[in-house]
């Protein structure tokens, strides 16, 4: 099974803190991807990428940046943590599109700023 | 760019009932989509995916999807739903070509009552 793996469940931040979000990805898929979902609001893409070094933005990058130094791991940053970054955070990775397989989702991390 | 709409925020039914979930999507490139659930309190999983080929995909638990290009849209529907499809569910859509990015409607909640 391919397995997507977050390294925190839960975290509580104080603002303006520098926060490290971790995804590993045990199935050597190209793409990977950082959302943030929050009610009424669905998923919303933060940042994604389809190659090592590669990286390109969501709809909402701000405040965010991201990090792949090695194909199976994707890092998302909050530069100086702000309340308003309080969300549920979702990683997932895929395989190019058309691929048999949809994309995989970490089961996410719940990130408080207080 | 690709978007998605997803018509309805919530839909209540009673156990039995046919159920409809509306999608539509917007690309200027040909697409992929692709519909999953989150069980509450659970990650996001692949419901079921259009590729090519035949514009109606099923899923094993009895949920099928139509693709119609003309009128770009991708609804779900079962013929009759369990207490156990209460769920979030969520619309995604991807270009063809690598390097696109996988985009999620704002979801639905489907309520199953007995």
């Known amino acids: 099974d391919v397995k997507v793996t977050q390294s925190s469940r839960y975290l509580v931040k104080r603002t303006g803190e520098k926060v490290f979000l971790e995804c590993v990805q045990d199935?050597?898929?190209?793409?990977m991807f950082w959302y943030r979902q929050d009610p009424g609001l669905g998923l919303r893409l933060i940042y994604f990428?389809?190659?090592?070094?590669?990286?390109e933005k969501g709809d909402i990058p701000e405040g965010y940046s991201v990090s792949r130094e090695k194909k199976e791991r994707f890092s998302l940053i909050l530069e100086s943590a702000s309340t308003n970054q309080t969300s549920m955070y979702l990683c997932?990775?895929?395989?190019?599109?058309?691929?048999?397989?949809?994309?995989?989702f970490g089961q996410g991390t719940r990130l408080t700023v207080v | 760019a690709q978007s998605v709409t997803q018509l309805d925020s919530q839909v209540p039914v009673f156990e039995e009932a046919p159920v409809e979930l509306r999608c539509n999507y917007s690309?200027?490139?040909?697409?992929?989509l692709f519909w999953y659930v989150q069980y509450p309190n659970q990650g996001l999983q692949l419901l079921l995916k259009?590729?090519?080929?035949?514009?109606l995909v099923e899923s094993i638990n009895g949920f099928e999807a139509e693709f119609n290009k003309s009128q770009t849209s991708f609804h779900l529907r079962k013929p009759s739903v369990h207490i156990s499809d209460t769920a979030e569910y969520f619309c995604?859509?991807?270009?063809?070509?690598?390097?696109?990015?996988?985009?999620f409607g704002k979801g639905t909640t489907l309520s199953v009552s007995s």
């Open positions: 259009y590729l090519s080929g035949s514009t």
């Open positions: 690309s200027s490139v040909s697409v992929y």
């Open positions: 990428s389809y190659d090592v070094k590669m990286k």
């Open positions: 995604a859509v991807s270009g063809q070509q690598a390097g696109t990015a996988l985009i």
């Open positions: 199935m050597d898929h190209e793409n």
């Open positions: 997932a990775s895929s395989s190019p599109p058309g691929s048999l397989v949809g994309a995989f």
